[in-house]
């Protein structure tokens, strides 16, 4: 293939949105695409519970405020709103939506408390942990049917603790070595987790953040990344680690250790494992992250100047401008979309993706009014619907299908 298709120079025009929806933030988006959580934007002030701050500060991200605050929190789907009252704020990105978008797994609260809790479209929300077990707790993955979630609690000792709760049998605690979850496979029946043999107590010297933030810096003595399969014995693949990507629908899993621009990719369970800079060979400088697809058949390769895409059948250079952490892909690999850079007009602002189809080629530019500093997008799991949204609020729907020939 021909990599001059890939510059942003020679894409199709550009493709206009099928929904335009402003006034609203965007949260989360269901795997098929039709369903988001957002909440009415224009109120920026800071959540202002000094307890619950102070608690969180030893286990978040320094310089990020960690409470959202989601005045008239909703489902939206199709500009029809279902409210979701009861709660005041939310953990910074903890909302994840099953994939038809009907439950929502989040850790939120009001008052100074915060809870990992479930919720079913037009049901009551459901604590997923007892009161006398935790002190807070929050989300951090579902599996794709809303009857699995993984999470983290800190306990009434401020230990950082993970749990696993599965629909009908309730919640518990991660069995060791494991400590926090990372991810959970789509079908529920294992994770992706950090693993320590360790004292549980030692994760009090341990920010929870170094672990859940796969941008933090690897120190000694920071914990290993395991696989686990419920109900089995974990498998352990790295003693100090922190894993970059989990392909939910495979296991497949990607890692860096201490060891400079070295990171690891294990290909579902099985124990073959490549190193990811002989993979980019040529094509990246020295390799520093990564992203995966959901079926661990496509993968993205950051480097500090460059990146490159890689399926099985490909090896292509990311086109000049894309911003490489914004990358996504399908489930099976097939589309990818990432925000670019583009000169604005004067006194032009406007969010610009690009989308590819890896296997027949067609690629698209896509626009849409918002502050290009502050993108996010999101891509459906069959490729084809992508939502790109301004962090200030307002989001635009596209609808990338091939037209059917008649």
Not at 12 to 26: E, F, H, M, S
Not at 88 to 116: F, H, I, P, Q
Not at 243 to 271: D, I, M, N
Not at 304 to 318: A, D, E, F, N, W
Request: charged content about 20%; hydrophobic content about 45%; glycine content about 10%.
């Amino acid at each position: 293939m021909a990599l001059a298709l890939l510059a942003p120079a020679v894409l199709a025009a550009a493709a206009a949105p099928q929904l335009v929806v402003d006034g609203q933030v965007l949260l989360a988006q269901s795997a098929d695409g039709r369903v988001r959580l957002v909440h009415r934007a224009g109120d920026r002030a800071a959540v202002s519970v000094p307890a619950l701050t102070r608690a969180l500060a030893p286990y978040h991200r320094a310089g990020r405020e960690p409470l959202v605050r989601v005045p008239a929190l909703a489902w939206e789907q199709e500009r029809r709103f279902t409210p979701l009252d009861g709660f005041d704020y939310l953990l910074a990105g903890s909302a994840r939506l099953s994939a038809d978008g009907g439950t929502l797994a989040v850790g939120a609260g009001r008052e100074g408390a915060l809870d990992a809790w479930l919720i079913r479209r037009g049901q009551a929300p459901e604590r997923m942990l007892p009161t006398a077990m935790a002190r807070y707790s929050s989300v951090t993955d579902i599996s794709a049917d809303g009857r699995t979630v993984v999470g983290w609690l800190l306990d009434r000792q401020s230990v950082a603790r993970g749990f696993l709760w599965r629909e009908r049998r309730g919640v518990r605690l991660l069995p060791g070595p494991l400590l926090l979850p990372l991810a959970v496979s789509a079908d529920g029946t294992g994770l992706l987790a950090s693993s320590d043999r360790e004292d549980r107590d030692s994760l009090r010297r341990k920010a929870l953040s170094a672990v859940l933030d796969p941008d933090a810096a690897l120190l000694p003595g920071d914990p290993g990344v395991s696989l686990w399969r419920i109900g089995e014995s974990p498998t352990q693949l790295a003693a100090e680690g922190r894993a970059l990507a989990y392909a939910r629908l495979q296991g497949a899993v990607l890692w860096r250790t201490r060891e400079p621009g070295r990171l690891t990719v294990r290909l579902g369970h099985e124990s073959q494992t490549f190193e990811a800079d002989a993979l980019a060979a040529g094509q990246v400088d020295r390799v520093s992250g990564g992203t995966m697809a959901a079926n661990g058949r496509a993968l993205l390769l950051q480097g500090r100047q460059h990146s490159v895409l890689l399926t099985p059948m490909q090896k292509l250079p990311l086109p000049a401008g894309l911003q490489a952490d914004s990358v996504t892909f399908s489930s099976d690999g097939r589309q990818v979309a990432a925000l670019f850079r583009a000169s604005d007009r004067p006194g032009e602002r406007a969010l610009r993706a690009w989308w590819r189809d890896l296997t027949q080629g067609d690629s698209r530019r896509l626009r849409c009014a918002g502050d290009p500093a502050a993108g996010r997008l999101f891509l459906s799991a069959d490729g084809y619907r992508l939502t790109l949204a301004g962090q200030a609020g307002g989001y635009c729907v596209f609808d990338l299908a091939p037209e059917v020939q008649p």
